[in-house]
């Protein structure tokens, strides 16, 4: 069984104000530093097997924040990037408020295209593909991914099969964290939105005892890692733009030693 940790970035002086997108150099602030650290804290009893995150500037200083002090490697992965909102990129959302399509946005994301921009179903189609391919590498660990807002609803909603157009009734605090079981009966939402004690989440030694001694991979896990490359990350569509806040692939080879900072890069497919 998978343990899919779904993490949200700390805050940054764009949060509520500006829809910051794919830009670059949107860092986190004094408060968002606070909320990694403590976020670090939260999941401090949870043995993590990996942790990737988007490759934007906000979700790498998150991720570090785990990772540094359990001296991990963190792997970016561009499948799990925020929306790419084209042209509404950068925007006060104040301004974007009044658009003609928010409306759309808002109550019938499944039709809605943001100009220059995927559609909310594209990029939910990405994210999910993304996920359920770190699962595949993953099938019996813990695994922490650290995003964005709107894409980790609408990884939520596919997941626990809310429809599409439904997916603004969701919210993602910045720093929370949502877990997700993926079991032989199917995923189950173990939290959500979740910014305070994880130890629920900690498995329990007979739990620990039992995943162990299970075989490696079963042979419907066994297709699905030979069907998708150890070290590689396919985006959802081969016309998927490169991979913001509420309104992609990895590929390493197998034997690059540990980078020296402890981030993996990743490629551009």
């Known amino acids: 069984m998978t343990l899919l940790l779904l993490i949200r970035h700390g805050a940054n002086d764009w949060v509520h104000g500006r829809l910051a997108g794919r830009i670059p150099g949107v860092r ?19 043995p993590l097997d990996a942790i990737y995150a988007s490759p ?26 925020e929306v790419d909102y084209g042209e509404w990129q950068g925007a006060e959302l104040k301004e974007l408020y009044k658009h003609e399509l928010w409306p759309g946005v808002q109550h ?16 939910q189609n990405r994210m999910v593909a993304a996920l359920d391919a770190l699962r595949a590498r993953h099938p019996k660990g813990i695994i922490a991914v ?14 626990i099969g809310m429809h599409l157009d439904l997916f603004q009734r969701l919210e993602i605090s910045t720093c929370s964290v949502t877990a997700l ?30 995943e162990a001694a299970k075989p490696d991979a079963t042979p419907l896990e066994a297709k699905a890692e030979a069907s998708e490359p150890e070290a590689t ?32 890069q990743p490629t551009h497919a």
Do not use: C, W
């Open 108 to 123: 019938y994301p499944s039709g809605t295209r943001f100009p220059g921009g995927e559609t909310l179903g594209e990029a």
């Open 181 to 210: 079981a993926f079991t032989p009966m199917g995923p189950r939402l173990l939290a959500y939105n979740d910014t305070g004690s994880l130890e629920h989440l900690k498995p329990k030694p007979e739990e620990a005892k039992a």
């Open 146 to 159: 650290v995003s964005h807002a709107d894409i980790i609803k609408l990884a939520v909603a596919y997941y």
């Open 28 to 46: 986190l602030n004094d408060e968002g530093r606070r909320q990694a650290q403590s976020l670090a804290a939260r999941i401090a009893p949870l």
């Open 233 to 264: 990350l396919e985006p959802a569509s081969a016309n998927d733009a490169p991979d913001t806040d509420a309104v992609g692939a990895e590929s390493q080879p197998s034997a690059v030693p540990e980078p020296a900072n402890g981030i993996e």
């Open 56 to 81: 934007l500037d906000r979700t790498v200083e998150t991720a570090q924040a785990v990772a540094g002090p359990r001296g991990m490697t963190l792997r970016l992965v561009e499948g799990v990037q």
